[in-house]
């Protein structure tokens, strides 16, 4: 007993100081986290196109391809339309708009001529140039080359213009200034090829980014460029911070006061988890935007999850009589399946979305998938070592692990019918809703400037204001014209100009704003500009989401499938994610919120909670039917829902907690974001309580009745 005593008391040191030791480092990298546009301001760049009246086909094309472009600096980057022909970017995390400019370069024309001058294709034809390096078999010596690949379109133009001029050169043109003539040395059909014969890789590197720079449908030429303050400011940031601080010490406190010992092991290793994933967001420098922190509370509340899944458990196996000792090792090894099961859904999500998606999709992406291994990590092993220290210390008595007994099993399928019929109701209002939204304002949804575009005005004030004096004077006075919350203000770092984004204004909203600015802050009104701006989330970008989100609910529905071995499983888990998904949009349309960037996160952060909550009753359905079969579904389903019940209330109302007191403290546009996510939380633990089994339950019998009544035809014949 004594060797146990100090063996519980070594390992409870260890546990303990590593939390420190983490903490402390990941306070120590909370400075080098790289924070978004919206969160740390960055690099503002205008391009206007040498063309005066280009396309509307010509400033998508370009704007498409800016963006992919520019993640090569951050996976938030923005790029969206000024006015008729000027093109903005927004690059966060960066302060030297000099050196951004020099390494993304003048985009402008680009062609390959043969000897006679004659264009064989133009830029816009290369899909990828890429620089790379090898060594030569002969002499050893590091070979550099420029890989290129063309469209289908400028495949048949290479190959036609390679055929016709071996053994002489193809010019590379940018700007009218030759930047390469590689000697064609036979005739290239496959749409791809290699330019040899370059002295150093800075030069290769330098060659290949100026063919991307030209391969923009329009010329371009910078019209001014500034470093900018971040769109939430600093008081978002401070307030988020403490909202976190003080929802985590409350999910704490909860968590002590339910499960004891179990719930005391669950807090060491939930503050290993904080204090692991701040040094790890800096490590891999992920960017952190708002979208971001979505998924850092999603995977918080899946670490909770994962707890709470075998504290019942371990509760469960106390009740029947087993030794504490005992129970805990059971206990974790009958969660196992569940809370892998539900991470490996969701992580299967984020590497899809972070795949497919683009902007703060792969930021929702990299920071949820991150959390999910941390949190599988923290319950699965740190969790279950600190549990095993407290015990080896002398906390062995059962109550202080605390014990469920199987209590009345509750009727939830007997409601299933009313159940239905709300959920139906609810989603069919949503739809009406639209429709009354279409038609009054053209719109289905109260869509911000992040989708829409709307007006940017530049305002320059007689004195140097700060973010907080902008979001505590300005903003109020700006809302007093738009009458709307969803305003964005930068700072232009070093003058006193401020840029202010808002809903589009028509000329008379324009004019009053400027009055209004003049009459509260004295400013002068020839230092006011105005321009209509596009939507920072493209099209292209609303593509990619939905794409990958389609593709990632296909990907969980195979995996489902597969470990589940019966497509209804997947099938039910999928409709309750489309009915979760629904039920959010519906509050969108007719409590009119705003939909805006964190629009997209805040439905992918829906679908991964969902998920784990449904994944859990299912696993109990399929742990039950191994033991019990299929004599009585109905009372099977309803003893699987009622057994995981409490599981699905406290992890719900863990989540809740944090997501509460972030809307609590949180500014406008924080609140904008916490208040879908409270909907979607309750929502999600509705669907999984009395939606998901209760399809599954309707289609197999369904089922068991067709089979029956092909029986009973066949009896008669």
Not at 389 to 398: H, K, R, S
Not at 483 to 489: E, L, M, P, R, V
């Amino acid at each position: 007993m004594k060797n146990s005593k100090t063996k519980g008391l070594l390992s409870l040191i260890l546990a303990i100081a590593a939390v420190v030791v983490f903490g402390f480092l990941g306070y120590q990298t909370m400075d080098e986290i790289k924070l978004g546009f919206d969160l740390a301001g960055g690099v503002s760049i205008t391009y206007q196109t040498v063309k005066e009246d280009p396309t509307d086909e010509e400033m998508s094309d370009t704007i498409y391809k800016l963006q992919q472009r520019v993640q090569n600096y951050s996976t938030e980057a923005e790029v969206y339309q000024e006015g008729s022909n000027r093109i903005n970017i927004d690059i966060p995390g960066v302060s030297d708009a000099n050196t951004i400019l020099e390494e993304l370069g003048k985009p402008g024309s680009l062609v390959f001529s043969d000897e006679t001058g004659k264009t064989v294709l133009d830029g816009t034809k290369v899909t990828s140039a890429k620089a790379g390096m090898y060594q030569d078999d002969t002499t050893g010596m590091d070979k550099y080359v420029v890989s290129l690949t063309f469209n289908e379109e400028g495949k048949q133009a290479f190959a036609e213009a390679t055929k016709a001029n071996i053994g002489k050169p193809i010019f590379i043109i940018y700007d009218n200034q030759v930047v390469s003539s590689p000697i064609v040395q036979n005739e290239i059909t496959q749409g791809s090829c290699e330019i040899t014969g370059i002295e150093t890789f800075e030069m290769a590197e330098n060659l290949a980014s100026t063919i991307r720079i030209g391969s923009l449908s329009l010329e371009l030429e910078e019209l001014r460029s500034n470093v900018v303050g971040a769109k939430l400011g600093s008081t978002a940031i401070s307030t988020s911070l403490k909202a976190g601080a003080i929802g985590f010490a409350l999910v704490a406190v909860f968590m002590i006061a339910v499960y004891l010992i179990p719930g005391l092991a669950s807090v060491i290793a939930l503050c290993l988890y904080v204090g692991l994933i701040l040094i790890l967001l800096s490590a891999f420098e992920i960017t952190l935007t708002l979208p971001g922190v979505a998924g850092i509370i999603l995977s918080i509340g899946m670490a909770v999850d994962a707890n709470v899944i075998i504290f019942t458990r371990i509760k469960e196996e106390i009740a029947v009589g087993k030794t504490v000792k005992s129970a805990i090792k059971t206990g974790f090894q009958k969660a196992l399946s569940a809370i892998v099961d539900g991470n490996i859904t969701t992580l299967i999500a984020a590497f899809v979305l972070f795949w497919k998606g683009s902007g703060t999709v792969k930021g929702f992406a990299s920071t949820l998938a991150l959390g999910i291994v941390l949190s599988m990590f923290t319950a699965l092993f740190v969790t279950r070592f600190v549990l095993r220290a407290l015990y080896n210390l002398g906390f062995e008595n059962a109550k202080l692990y605390g014990s469920k007994k199987d209590g009345k099993v509750i009727d939830f399928l007997g409601k299933r019918n009313i159940c239905f019929i709300i959920s139906l109701a609810v989603i069919a209002a949503g739809f009406v809703g639209m429709g009354i939204n279409k038609a009054n304002t053209g719109d289905m949804f109260n869509y911000s400037l992040d989708f829409k575009g709307g007006t940017s005005t530049n305002v320059t004030f007689n004195e140097d204001m700060t973010l907080e004096q902008i979001s505590a004077e300005v903003v109020p006075v700006v809302e007093s014209i738009t009458k709307d919350a969803g305003i964005q203000t930068q700072k232009v770092a070093g003058t006193n100009e401020v840029i202010i984004k808002t809903r589009a204004l028509d000329v008379d909203e324009r004019q009053a704003l400027n009055d209004a600015l003049v009459e509260h802050f004295g400013v002068e009104q020839e230092k006011i500009t105005a321009e209509s701006i596009s939507g920072a989330v493209s099209d292209e970008m609303k593509k990619d989401a939905f794409l990958a989100t389609a593709i990632a609910t296909v990907c969980m529905l195979l995996y489902i499938w597969f470990r589940f071995k019966d497509i209804r499983f997947a099938a039910s888990a999928v409709l309750a994610l489309v009915h979760d998904v629904l039920v959010v949009v519906t509050c969108y349309a007719i409590a009119k919120w705003s939909v805006g960037s964190t629009f997209i996160a805040c439905m992918l952060t829906i679908v991964g909670y969902s998920i784990n909550a449904t994944i859990v009753i299912f696993d109990r359905i399929r742990e039950n039917l191994a033991v019990q079969g299929k004599k009585d579904l109905k009372e099977l389903v309803n003893a699987s829902i009622t057994q995981t019940f409490t599981r699905s209330i406290n992890t719900s109302l863990t989540t809740f907690i944090m997501v509460f007191v972030l809307y609590l403290m949180g500014v406008s546009s924080i609140r904008e974001f916490a208040l879908p996510l409270m909907v979607g939380i309750v929502c999600g633990t509705y669907s999984s309580v009395c939606i998901t089994g209760a399809l599954w339950y309707v289609m197999t019998t369904g089922k068991q009745k067709k089979e029956q009544a092909k029986r009973s035809g066949k009896k008669e014949k």
